[in-house]
C-alpha cells in the first residue's frame, strides 16, 4: 500500500544530471501506469505512460521503467533542468476501459539547482 | 483550444453550505473524473462518469454528488455532509480506448471553507 503523510520524498539534484524517481505500486492486477507532473497550484500534466506488456518505454529526455516482478516503477529523467521542478505522481489503473480511473501515490518532490 | 476548464479558481464556503464545483471538457471524451488533493498527498477519487447520465463512486464519494446530463459538462456538488472539505479539486477526462488513452486533468478548484 502507499503511505500517506505530509512528508513527501524529496530529490535534489543540480542542473544537467539524470534524475531518478522510484515508486512503488500497490495492486498486482494493475495494467497500466502513468506519470505525471505537478507544479504548484496546477494540475497534474502527463508525462508518459506504460503498460503491463512492457517493461521500458522512451519519451523525450524521460524514460519510465516498470518491473512487475517486485512491482517497481521509475522515472528518468536525462540532463535535469530547473524547469522539471515540480511534485511527480506515479499512478496505477487496475484494468477495464476507464483510463482516468487512477490509484495515485503520495509524490515526490524534485528540486533543480541551477 | 481544446481542454479541460474548472471553475472557479477559487471558491470560499461557509460550513452548512452546499456548493458546486464546475468542469467542461471540449475534447469529446466520453469519461470524466472528480479528484480531490490534500497538502502533501497525492489524488483520491471521488466520483467518475464513464458515458452521459451514468457515474460511478470512487474512493472519497461520501459527502459528494455529481450529474453528467452532458459529454461536455460533469459538475460536483460538495454537500453540507462533507467534514472536511477544504481541499484542491481535480476534474480530469480520457478518451476511449485506443493508443492513447491518458487522462488530462483541468488546473483545479481550490475549496476553502470559511
Known amino acids: 500500500g502507499e503511505s500517506v503523510g505530509l512528508h513527501l520524498p524529496t530529490l535534489s539534484v543540480q542542473e544537467g544530471d539524470n534524475s531518478i524517481i522510484n515508486c512503488a505500486y500497490s495492486?498486482?492486477?494493475?495494467?497500466?501506469f502513468i506519470w505525471y507532473k505537478q507544479e504548484s497550484g496546477k494540475g497534474p500534466q502527463f508525462i508518459i505512460d506504460?503498460?503491463?506488456?512492457?517493461d521500458k518505454r522512451q519519451g523525450q529526455r524521460v524514460t519510465v521503467l516498470l518491473n512487475k516482478t517486485v512491482k517497481h516503477l521509475s522515472l528518468q529523467i536525462a540532463a535535469t533542468q530547473p524547469g522539471d521542478s515540480a511534485v511527480y505522481f506515479c499512478?496505477?489503473?487496475?484494468?477495464?476501459?476507464?483510463?482516468?480511473?487512477?490509484?495515485f501515490g503520495q509524490g515526490t518532490i524534485l528540486t533543480v539547482h541551477p | 483550444d481544446g481542454g479541460i476548464t474548472q471553475s472557479p479558481k477559487y471558491l470560499f464556503r461557509k460550513e452548512g453550505q452546499n456548493v458546486t464545483l464546475s468542469c467542461e471538457q471540449n475534447?469529446?471524451?466520453?469519461?470524466m473524473y472528480w479528484y480531490r488533493q490534500d497538502p502533501g498527498q497525492g489524488l483520491r477519487l471521488i466520483y467518475y462518469?464513464?458515458?452521459?447520465?451514468?457515474?460511478q463512486k470512487g474512493d472519497i464519494a461520501e459527502g459528494y454528488s455529481v450529474s453528467r446530463e452532458k459529454k461536455e459538462s460533469f459538475p460536483l456538488t460538495v454537500t453540507s455532509a462533507q467534514k472536511n472539505p477544504t481541499a484542491f479539486y481535480l476534474c480530469?477526462?480520457?478518451?476511449?480506448?485506443?493508443?492513447?488513452?491518458?487522462?488530462?486533468f483541468g488546473q483545479g478548484t481550490r475549496l476553502t471553507v470559511v
Open positions: 480530469a477526462s480520457s478518451p476511449p480506448t485506443g493508443l492513447n488513452t491518458e487522462a488530462f
Open positions: 495492486n498486482s492486477a494493475s495494467d497500466y
Open positions: 506504460i503498460r503491463s506488456n512492457m
Open positions: 499512478a496505477e489503473n487496475a484494468g477495464g476501459t476507464s483510463y482516468g480511473k487512477l490509484t
Open positions: 475534447l469529446n471524451h466520453d469519461a
Open positions: 462518469s464513464q458515458i452521459v447520465n451514468d457515474f
